[in-house]
């Protein structure tokens, strides 16, 4: 079993930036790959960004790239969203997941967090 925890969600004008953290317990973290999905009112869940075992490869959609960074430390048992220039169609609620690949398929990962809100004002 692995709990995730989301935070570092919040308001923010457009254009601003707010950075995501993840926290991982239970087994050990490095084992899995770990991806950003966000779902907004009326929409579905949709993938925002991943990141292998190691850290080494990434994946974004198109809606966020050359915008949103991901990263891990493994030490820390921590993966982050970093989240610049944003918009207010990138509000949603943001929930960090592990599975044991990368994919942009919710079915691919096996744990979730219970998410954080980010509001992102005109």
């Known amino acids: 079993q692995v709990q995730l925890v989301e935070s570092g969600g919040g308001l923010v004008q457009a254009g601003g930036s707010l950075r995501l953290s993840c926290a991982a317990s239970g087994r050990t973290f490095s084992d899995y790959a770990v991806g950003w999905f966000r779902q907004a009112p009326e929409n579905e869940r949709e993938f925002v960004a991943a990141?292998?075992?190691?850290?080494?490869?990434?994946s974004y959609a198109d809606s966020v790239k050359c915008r949103f960074t991901i990263s891990r430390d493994n030490v820390k048992n921590t993966v982050y969203l970093q989240m610049n220039n944003l918009k207010p169609e990138d509000t949603a609620v943001y929930f960090c997941?592990?599975?044991?690949?990368?994919?942009?398929?919710?079915?691919?990962?096996?744990?979730w967090g219970q998410g954080t809100q980010v509001t992102v004002s005109p």
């Open positions: 997941s592990a599975g044991q690949v990368v994919a942009g398929i919710q079915d691919r990962y096996d744990y």
């Open positions: 990141i292998t075992k190691s850290g080494i490869a990434t």
